[in-house]
């Protein structure tokens, strides 16, 4: 006998209004493309206090999974809170020297992340100035 109650919950073969909702919560990491990784570095560093535990250097690889050619080269720097590695979350800043990053224009449009934020524990109310000004 079977003690299990997700023994009772639809399967995947179910309608999906029969299915229970899924959702994200987390993530391992957030891909930013960019090209100036030291001063992005600098600048996430000095607002958040994360900072750059690996770094990356990738030369002739394949990243066709990823919408691009068979013949990428890339730089990335990681960056996480003092958790580090495999602890939390990380934010990649990523500059491609292979296809070049290009910066971006007016005419282009949000895809993707258009926001970052980091939940942070509240030990002490910090004036909203100070985390501007940093």
Request: aromatic share 6%; glycine share 6%.
């Amino acid at each position: 006998m079977s003690t299990s109650t997700s023994a009772s919950l639809p399967g995947p073969d179910a309608p999906a209004s029969l299915r229970p909702a899924h959702h994200a919560h987390a993530m391992m990491h957030c891909n930013l493309n960019t090209t100036a990784i030291e001063r992005s570095a600098a600048f996430h560093m000095a607002v958040f206090g994360i900072e750059p535990r690996m770094r990356s250097v990738s030369v002739s690889a394949d990243a066709t999974p990823m919408g691009l050619s068979d013949d990428t080269a890339s730089v990335t720097t990681f960056l996480y809170d003092l958790r580090g590695p495999r602890a939390a979350p990380a934010l990649e800043l990523v500059g491609w020297s292979q296809p070049p990053t290009e910066p971006v224009r007016p005419e282009h449009r949000p895809c993707g992340f258009t926001a970052l934020g980091y939940r942070t524990r509240q030990a002490e109310p910090e004036d909203p100035a100070d985390a501007h000004r940093r």
